[in-house]
């Protein structure tokens, strides 16, 4: 398995849950990590991403309340979500973008479910 994501369950609106996604070194050793989400009937969406040194970008929808982070040594990523709201409840999906013999390719790794209720 090349990235396999944890940490997803059942929350209250306005609670918190951690989400890890660790990958094979071969994969993490590249730049960027990220973290998307597909809830039910909908597009996945992009929500984070962080490049190997720290720099992170999100979603208006998630600024101020998500935090993604790294750890090098562990080869993993990390989507902490603060403040969650009904809308957040989705299966989230780690990526790694990078190339396979020399054309864009999408690592993703099997999903876990965030359930947040009202």
């Known amino acids: 398995v090349q990235l396999q994501a944890s940490g997803g369950g059942l929350v209250q609106a306005g609670g918190s849950l951690r989400l890890s996604c660790a990958a094979s070194g071969s994969i993490f050793s590249g730049n960027l990590m990220g973290w998307y989400r597909q809830a039910p009937g909908k597009q996945r969406e992009w929500v984070a991403t962080?490049?190997?040194?720290?720099?992170?970008n999100y979603a208006d929808s998630v600024k101020g309340r998500f935090t993604i982070s790294r750890d090098n040594a562990k080869n993993t990523v990390y989507l902490q979500m603060n403040s969650l709201k009904p809308e957040d409840a989705a299966v989230y999906y780690c990526n790694a973008p990078r190339f396979l013999l020399g054309k864009p390719y999408d690592y993703w790794g099997q999903g876990t479910q965030v359930t947040v209720s009202s």
């Open positions: 962080i490049t190997s040194g720290g720099s992170a």
